[in-house]
Every structure is written in C-alpha cells, then in structure tokens.
C-alpha cells in the first residue's frame, strides 16, 4: 500500500515563506511525473506545481515566480518551497503524480494571515 505523507505546513503571515517535504513509501515517484495540490477553503483541489522525472518543472500562474519545486529520487520525496505566501495561498496542499494515481495522504495545511 502506498502511503503519500506531507509535512512542513504552518500559519505564517503575508510575505513570508515555508518549505513543504512530501515523503512517498516505495519508489512511487521514479519516471512519473509528480506534484504539489492545493485545496483552499470552499474550492476544487488544484494542481499547483508539478516536475517531471527530468526535472523539467510547470506551475501555476498564481505561484510562478514564488514556488520551487524540487525532488530527490533516491529519497522519495518531492518538496515546495514556497515564498512571499498570500493570503489566498491558504489551503491544504497535498502530494501526488500527475495525473493522480495514488489515493490522497492526509495533506498539510498551510494557513497565511493578511
């Protein structure tokens, strides 16, 4: 069973910055393409940066610029930096391939005060 575990989430105020860690058992991350979701408050989970297994990374427009993703294979983990936070970066954010494959982790939450 494949068990998807995100860390690193927090209350930070606007402007400031936290590092999210997504740990994958087993070696479900090789050759997939993989990503960070977010789900805010009343709204659909969205995809909000993703990296191939060549690195080559995608975001989206409301984070370009102030997101960075990153993975490490021999580690199984995937992480977002995440800088000059927005108060409508306030959600749950959540690892997975892309598209999904695995059943969800229990997310982080990311809260980020006006």
């Known amino acids: 069973q494949v068990q998807l575990v995100e860390s690193g989430g927090g209350l930070v105020q606007a402007g400031g910055s936290l590092r999210l860690s997504c740990a994958a058992s087993g070696s479900v991350f090789s050759f997939n393409t993989i990503g960070w979701y977010r789900q805010a408050p009343g709204k659909q989970r969205e995809l909000v940066a993703s990296i191939t297994d060549g690195g080559r990374t995608n975001y989206a427009d409301s984070v370009k610029g102030r997101f960075t993703i990153s993975r490490d294979n021999t580690k199984n983990m995937m992480y977002l930096q995440m800088n000059s936070l927005k108060p409508e970066d306030t959600g749950v954010y959540y690892c997975?391939?892309?598209?999904?494959?695995?059943?969800w982790g229990q997310g982080t939450q990311v809260t980020v005060s006006s």
């Open positions: 997975n391939t892309d598209p999904v494959w695995w059943s």
